[in-house]
């Protein structure tokens, strides 16, 4: 048994498809099934269940999964506990982002952490927030940031880094926009542009309709705060967006605090490895980029 395919294993149980998998570790789906095969021989079980585009692991592949991980795992650590004790930090760093982030300092973060750190491969994968904790939680991802309605996420360590108010953004020529305040009641008569669930934007704006047995109209949905932006700008509805999102077009939208929303939305790194040097590490640089001192706004 190699590490190899362990990590094999892990990939085609995460990903249920023996393309992607192959796609994420970087050979041919041929290798990976090869692999795949050779262990199942070697543990004398089968471990997954193979569909015509899907794969589900069988009793067996559930039982060795959190092992395999754990291997995987106790195997990184060996590299970066020697790497640490030699000064130098090796191996690989998964950092997620937000889908349509138009965050500078993140990127700011990650390229000082690669001069520093030449040795360590770095990756980036976009997806919606909650995905994104999902995949810290599970170990897919080191460190990611994500929108979010809550400073705690369970399981994961948390870094605010931006915490804003919701605004509703409107074209220059729409009723809302010669109001000094606006409300969830006066906006919601009419459409809505925001992102979708699983965002944290969105978390935020359903929660407070909810609260007030509103029922909002979503007539369009972007993954983008540009995107919403545009929308709102061509009069198809009023958009959703935080403060600084809505000052990037403050030339063609007007933007109105909603006074009745009072939970901010959020901007924050989330990770939950605190033994990897590389993380912690780019937390380092993470900080520095986004002026966060090291006690502020962290949580478990």
Request: charged share 25%; proline share 3%; with cysteine.
């Amino acid at each position: 048994m190699e590490l190899r395919q362990l990590e094999y294993f892990i990939a085609v149980a995460e990903e249920r498809n023996f393309t992607r998998a192959a796609e994420r570790v970087h050979i041919s789906q041929s290798g990976v099934s090869a692999q795949i095969r050779q262990l199942e021989r070697e543990l004398g079980a089968e471990l997954f269940e193979r569909h015509t585009r899907t794969v589900t692991l069988t009793v067996a592949g559930k039982a060795a999964l959190e092992h395999a991980r754990a291997a995987l795992a106790a195997s990184n650590a060996v590299k970066q506990a020697v790497g640490e004790v030699t000064d130098l930090i090796r191996g690989r760093l998964v950092v997620g982002m937000v889908i349509g982030c138009t965050v500078t300092p993140l990127f700011d973060a990650l390229a000082a952490f690669h001069r520093a750190h030449p040795g360590v491969e770095i990756s980036l994968l976009e997806g919606n927030s909650d995905r994104l904790a999902e995949s810290v939680r599970t170990g897919t991802i080191d460190l990611a940031l994500i929108g979010t309605e809550t400073g705690e996420h369970d399981g994961l360590h948390t870094l605010t880094i931006i915490s804003e108010r919701l605004v509703a953004a409107v074209s220059p020529g729409h009723p809302l926009a010669g109001r000094e305040r606006v409300t969830l009641d006066e906006l919601t008569a009419y459409p809505i542009v925001c992102m979708p669930e699983g965002t944290g934007l969105r978390a935020v704006f359903d929660r407070a309709c909810a609260a007030r047995d509103r029922r909002p109209v979503i007539a369009f949905q972007a993954s983008a705060g540009d995107a919403v932006a545009d929308l709102a700008a061509r009069g198809l509805g009023v958009g959703i967006l935080s403060e600084s999102m809505a000052a990037h077009h403050r030339d063609r939208l007007a933007a109105r605090v909603i006074d009745d929303v009072e939970a901010p939305a959020r901007l924050a790194l989330v990770w939950k490895n605190t033994h990897s040097p590389a993380v912690r590490e780019a937390l380092a640089h993470g900080r520095k980029a986004f002026a966060v001192k090291p006690g502020d706004n962290a949580g478990h």
